[in-house]
């Protein structure tokens, strides 16, 4: 079923204040009333913590909580006690990376064209002495050479990679590189924060040992994130942030943790952020996630298109692979800071320009010292496309 | 480049509004970095370029993708025109200052005087001083001058003409203002009353005037020979005795508590025409006043 973006629209109060043209939401959704008034909803009805005093308000947040939990987990097709809370996907990211034990394995596979907060947690561990970071060979096109899969072996701890990129739109070949990571015995991390807003993701069909994603960037409020992983995998995790409500007993000698996913949220959650999430969840289910992918498959090429038929554009990344409506791109002879700037003083297009807190990837992409990046969503319509198409093509005459 | 200029708009804007302070502190960051040799990071240098370069591609797009490519050799212009407008500003502030002029020994023109006008001249206490036209009328019309000082003749026709066309109903008023600046003002002043005492004073005012460069080279001698010129028997006793030093020192004391600071000032019924073209203000008030 088509969505009508236009009708859509309605539902988002920031898209009513103001006549922007919102091409930025790979850095951060919009959102829709539904959440803005659960996340005022905690904060108005409940605005006690949860699991730890047992008077009423109390419950009910406990209830809330625990029931956004089971909510969020099924969006994504894991069951609630696969489910950690984390602020962000870069917490969730740098919580398995610092917490595995790499006694026996101490590599870690992982490829360029990954996001600084994947990226740096690896390096930071490599840079410690802890493990050693090899990197899957990128073609300029933005495909994982699938040869590279070669480096994964038994030396391997863990794969860590992207579901969807955010510099290209991409997509990595995750059922082979799940299936070679455990042929190997390595656990597989997966960078959903792209991935899980745009499409269907199923945790329990993916395979994967860990999947980390956050709200903001699928209609959700900012500050909540989730790290979902099998319960043997979480397992193999140390603790990382502890604190209250992360233990059973605890005394100055002995310390009995919970177990997952209680063990990694430690100190009072943000509440609100997940009451959020679970009602983005419920707004994009309502919608339908196959509804939302057509969409974004209409948008991406109408956008392409509407970036190839500017003349000097570049677009990077493969012209053939499939995307979700996002597309990074140069005009010749204009740097990228002023294109983005341009559109946004001459037709309030909202674009981001750079490197996409993903250097070695735009190294990688072709373009090291940044380009502009378009990322579109369910809200976004053609028309919104053709007026960028108009912007883009006056800058570039320049 | 346009970080300087910016740091300068910003910060004077953001006396006004503390929504310019960033804006003030990114530009002094970008300078900071500039003066030192290293490469700007605020990305203020961009953001100005590209709403300058928009603002001119709704007008022209022709006219944008001009100032696109010559955008650094513009900015390097509009930067030095900046700096080369500040030095010539603050010298101007400097000489208002020391001298009450922005010209300094000069006058002429200076845009600091409009604001003094309205804010710092005020009318004479008394009417001593050289006297013409009728002492009766309601209209007075004073003028602080310097018979050595240019601007000074070059409203002499101008007072002349008002005093012939209105001295029936205008009380003018002459009071010397002894400027230290202007070589043998005060001498000068000293010499035309004494030529007053003998009834020449109009005669050898026209006279300093006419010759005020021989004035200014040759003082005393010059103020002698016109007094020959004239025949003014008791000029010599008179200037040598220093008869008029008293009001002289009043009209000095007079043109401090008014707040002069140039010659000619002008005051029509006590409002103050002061600055180029103060003359014909001043004719225009008396117009008024007389209902012309």
Same mark, same amino acid.
């Given at each position: ?10 539902? $988002? ?51 809330? =909580? ?22 962000? *996907? ?11 034990? +790499? ?63 955010? *510099? ?34 199923? =945790? ?35 603790? $990382? ?5 992360? #233990?059973?007993?605890?005394?100055? @000698? ?18 609100? @952020? ?8 419920? +707004?994009?289910?309502?919608? @339908? ?24 554009? *570049? ?13 990074? =791109? ?15 003083? &001459? ?7 750079? #490197? ?8 990688? &992409? ?12 369910? +809200? ?6 053709? *007026? $960028? ?10 | ?41 605020? !990305? ?154 003998? !009834? ?74 002061? !600055? ?17």
């Amino acid at each position: 079923m088509a969505i009508d973006a236009n009708r859509l629209r309605a539902d $988002f109060p920031a898209l009513q204040s103001s006549n922007a043209i919102y091409f930025d939401s790979a850095c951060t959704a919009l959102k829709p009333q539904a959440v803005i008034g659960a996340e005022m909803s905690y904060y108005t009805e409940l605005s006690a913590c949860a699991g730890r005093s047992h008077h009423t308000l109390a419950k009910r947040t406990e209830e809330a =909580f625990e029931a956004s939990r089971e909510r969020i987990a099924k969006f994504v097709g894991a069951k609630p006690e696969q489910l950690a809370f984390t602020k962000n *996907t870069t917490e969730a990211l740098n919580l398995v990376v610092r917490s595995l034990d +790499y006694s026996a394995r101490r590599k870690v596979v992982t490829t360029p064209l990954e996001h600084h907060s994947l990226l740096l947690p690896i390096m930071e561990q490599q840079r410690r002495g802890v493990v050693k970071a090899e990197y899957m060979q990128v073609g300029t096109s933005g495909e994982i050479d699938e040869s590279s899969l070669s480096l994964i072996g038994p030396s391997t701890a863990l794969v860590a990679i992207h579901h969807t990129t955010n *510099t290209t739109g991409m997509r990595a070949p995750l059922e082979k590189i799940v299936k070679a990571a455990h042929d190997a015995g390595a656990l597989v991390l997966i960078d959903g924060a792209q991935g899980v807003p745009h499409s269907r993701v199923d =945790f329990s069909r993916l395979g994967a040992d860990f999947l980390a994603f956050s709200g903001h960037k699928m209609c959700g409020p900012t500050g909540i994130g989730c790290l979902v992983g099998k319960k043997e995998a979480f397992e193999k995790l140390d603790t $990382f942030i502890v604190g209250g409500e992360t #233990v059973e007993t605890v005394s100055l @000698g002995s310390v009995r943790w919970k177990s997952a996913p209680k063990r990694f949220e430690g100190g009072i959650q943000n509440y609100a @952020g997940a009451i959020g999430l679970a009602a983005a969840c419920g +707004y994009l289910s309502k919608i @339908g996630m196959q509804n939302i992918e057509e969409h974004e498959r209409r948008m991406a090429r109408a956008l392409l298109d509407a970036i190839n038929s500017i003349p000097g554009s *570049t677009v990077y990344g493969s012209k053939t692979a499939p995307r979700c409506a996002l597309a990074s =791109f140069n005009l010749a002879g204009v740097s990228a800071h002023q294109a983005a700037l341009m559109a946004d003083s &001459l037709s309030k297009i909202a674009l981001r320009s750079g #490197v996409f807190c993903a250097e070695p990837g735009a190294a990688a &992409l072709g373009f090291p010292k940044g380009a502009v990046r378009a990322s579109l969503y369910l +809200y976004n319509t053609e028309d919104e496309v053709r *007026t $960028f198409a108009e912007t883009m093509g006056k800058i570039a005459k320049l | 480049m346009l970080c300087f200029v910016a740091l300068a708009v910003f910060l004077i804007l953001s006396i006004f509004s503390a929504k310019y302070r960033p804006l003030a502190r990114r530009a002094l960051d970008c300078v900071v970095k500039k003066a030192t040799l290293r490469p700007c990071d605020t !990305g203020l240098d961009e953001e100005i370029k590209a709403a300058s370069i928009s603002g001119i591609m709704k007008i022209s797009p022709g006219g944008a993708s001009f100032l696109n490519r010559h955008f650094e050799a513009f900015s390097l212009l509009f930067t030095l025109l900046f700096f080369v407008s500040l030095f010539f500003a603050a010298q101007g502030l400097y000489n208002f200052i020391i001298y009450g002029n922005c010209n300094g020994f000069e006058g002429g023109f200076c845009i600091y005087s409009g604001v003094q006008n309205e804010l710092f001249l005020k009318a004479p206490s008394s009417l001593d001083g050289v006297s013409a036209g009728n002492a009766s009328a309601n209209i007075t019309f004073i003028e602080f001058g310097c018979y050595t000082c240019p601007y000074t003749k070059a409203a002499e026709a101008g007072v002349k003409s008002i005093i012939a066309a209105y001295g029936d109903r205008v009380h003018y008023v002459y009071k010397a203002f002894p400027l230290p600046s202007h070589p043998y003002s005060r001498e000068a002043a000293h010499a035309a009353f004494c030529a007053n005492d003998e !009834g020449k004073y109009w005669e050898y005012r026209a006279a300093l005037f006419e010759n005020q460069a021989d004035v200014q080279a040759r003082g005393p001698a010059a103020f002698a020979d016109i007094a020959r010129s004239l025949g003014l028997a008791d000029f010599g006793s008179c200037y040598a005795s220093g008869k008029h030093e008293d009001l002289l020192r009043k009209s000095a004391d007079e043109c401090t508590a008014s707040g002069i600071y140039g010659t000619p000032t002008f005051f029509v019924n006590g409002k103050a025409f002061a !600055g180029p073209g103060a003359i014909n203000e001043a004719e225009k008030e008396i117009k008024r006043l007389l209902g012309e």
